[in-house]
């Protein structure tokens, strides 16, 4: 009767952390406003994520500026893709042990 | 470059929501405890997903006194079977566009 949960990871639980990590799984790198636009978050919102996302080394953030607009781009490390996959794949085990 | 993220159901994001649901989907009713149990919840953490569970409509508490002791069983409501099987589809369809 235990569910089958073990491996899945928390840090990719919420819908925009999986918004999130399914982009930068399929760029080189992406910038904040494009990934705030596609996942419709708010600016707050994205920032907690993508701070919490790099703080555990998931994802790295670059920093300059284009003209005097500062620009943020993302991408994903080889931790973070690593850690995703096998969230992706606790995920599927979980989903086949529904049997729905 | 959207993730298909649309119909996943942010009431079921976290693990424990995952756990309660899929329990309470393969048994009439489970006492608080087993459920804490399975899940390695503690009390206060069971008892906050479960009342928002509950608010939501998609499970229901049954509580009743065994001996002196209270004792509460949940189970799940047609409304919250519906809600969690198309969640578990929309994480099936988010993962097949992983392509992983």
């Known amino acids: 009767m235990k569910p089958n949960l073990e491996h899945i990871n928390k840090a990719f639980e919420s819908k925009a952390r999986l918004g999130i990590m399914s ?10 406003t494009t990934i ?3 996942l419709d978050l ?4 994205l920032a907690s ?3 919490n996302l790099e703080e555990l080394g998931y994802i790295k ?3 300059q500026f284009i003209g005097r607009k500062p620009n943020t781009r993302f ?13 992706i794949r606790a995920l599927e085990d979980f989903l086949k042990s529904q049997n729905l």
């Not at 708010?42 to 919102?45: A, E, K, P, R, V």
């Open 75 to 87: 991408s994903i490390t080889a931790e973070g893709r690593e850690a995703f996959i096998s969230h």
């Open 23 to 32: 982009i930068l799984m399929v760029n080189d790198s992406v910038d904040f």
């Open 61 to 63: 953030s670059n920093k």
């Open 42 to 45: 708010t600016d707050g919102n």
């Open 49 to 51: 994520h993508s701070r």
């Open 36 to 38: 705030k636009n596609l």
